[in-house]
Structure formats: structure tokens, C-alpha cells
């Protein structure tokens, strides 16, 4: 499968008491939209990714979602939420949280450089099977 | 109680839904070491905190800790963990995160701004009460 280009198994460490330094990880990233796994706290996983173009639209039933923008503009549209329709802009250094069951598209022009927080086991697609574009997890880098 | 100071509510939305501009969030921020939420996610709480000197031994004996450093440089020392003692740096665009029941202390030369990610009801100084440090929880900003 192509997505396992990069897989890296877990550190015994899970990334911990270390400096991580995020740019260089997603540098070893060679594809868009596959999100890889850097370091855990608890059951959270946080991962890097870098995007470009659009995503699915998709929901995660179970979890909220965080993203962190490091590099490049990053929109996400949201559907249903408790605010309505809509739809913000993330750059560097600007976090946004999508509430669980909200439906929500990434949407990158150009490349943006991320992190994702979220517990271990969410599927990038959400909670329905989406083709070619769900990624098997805990691959780290 | 001086740590009330920038003492805001958690907002109906819990942050999320919206962006959230780190550097603007810590600009509102007066005092060092007084952490701030500005969003959560499912039980977790990102917070901003300016910091600059040296904090103190501590550990959280329940959770796993993360930081990530925005501008600045902070050292944090560890003792007894699974690696021995020792200590690391992180810059801006760094994260580690420090494994429960592991000792450490921050410390910055200088100024240093960073957001620090861990469950809702973490108490700053850890599992011991620390005098003047503890720093009250839920306050937004």
C-alpha cells in the first residue's frame, strides 16, 4: 500500500522525554495527507501531515479534533455544527478544535505543514470508509 | 488572589469551532507562569503561558504532559524517568512531551511563550501543593 511508504514502528520511548522538532519531521514525510505519528500523551497521539488541495468531507461520531497550523493557510468548512454552517482559516501558529459530530473539509490551495491532535485510533476519514483516501494508523516518523 | 487576574470564563463554545491565534491569546497575559485555557478538546485543555526564570520540581502522578514551544528557549530538566535524569531544550516549532510520574522543572533564560496541552483539573506545581506557584485552574483568556 502506498501509504505505508515511511511506516515506522513505535518507538518504545512513544516519543517522549525528547525534543521533537516538527518541521523536521514532516520533512521526512514524502506525500500529501498522510498523517504520521511523532509523539503519545495519555491515549492522544499527536501527528504531522502536510496537505494540499481538498479533503472529504467527514465526521468523527466519538472525538473532538485538533489542528495546529505551522506552515501555509489551512481552510476548514464546517456543516451541522451548534454554530451553523461555516468556515475559518487557520495560518501559522493558530489552533482550531472541531467538535465531535461536527462535519468538517480541510481545504489547502497551497501546501500547509500541520499537526493533529486526537486520540490513538481515529481514522482520518471519520467514521465512514472512505476509499483510497482513509490512512492506516499509528505509523510514526 | 493575584492569579485571577485575566480570570475569564470558559466561552459556550469551548473554544472550538473558531480560530484561535496563540501569540495573539498570550498577548493578553500579564503575569509569568500563569497558564491560560484557550480551547478544549474532548477532556483536554490547550493552554498558553508566558514563562521566564525557573519553576519547580514537580510531577503529575495521573497524566502525561505536553509542551510546545512557540518563541524562546526552555530547558526542562527530568529526574528518575524511565531514561534516567537528564534535560532537554526546545524551540520554537518544538514539542516534548514529559510521561506521568516523571519529574521535571521548566526553566527559561529568557522570556519564553509556549502552549502547554494536558487533561482538565491538572494542577500547575503537580501532585503537591507548592505554596505560592499553584496557579487556580479554568481560567480563560
Redesign the interface.
Known sequence: MSQSLNHASAPT???????????NKIAQITAYWQPRV?????D?Q?KVVKVEGEFLWHQHAD????F?V?EGELRID?RG???GD?S???RA????????G?EHKPYALAEVKL?L???RGVVNTGDCAKGGRSVENDQWV
Open positions: 520511548d512513544r516519543g517522549q522525554c525528547r525534543t521533537i522538532d516538527l518541521s511523532v509523539a503519545e500523551m495519555n492522544y499527536f472525538t473532538d479534533e485538533a495546529f505551522l464546517f455544527g451548534h454554530s461555516g475559518i482559516v487557520l501558529g493558530q489552533i482550531a478544535v472541531v467538535p465531535k461536527v499537526m491532535i486526537e486520540p
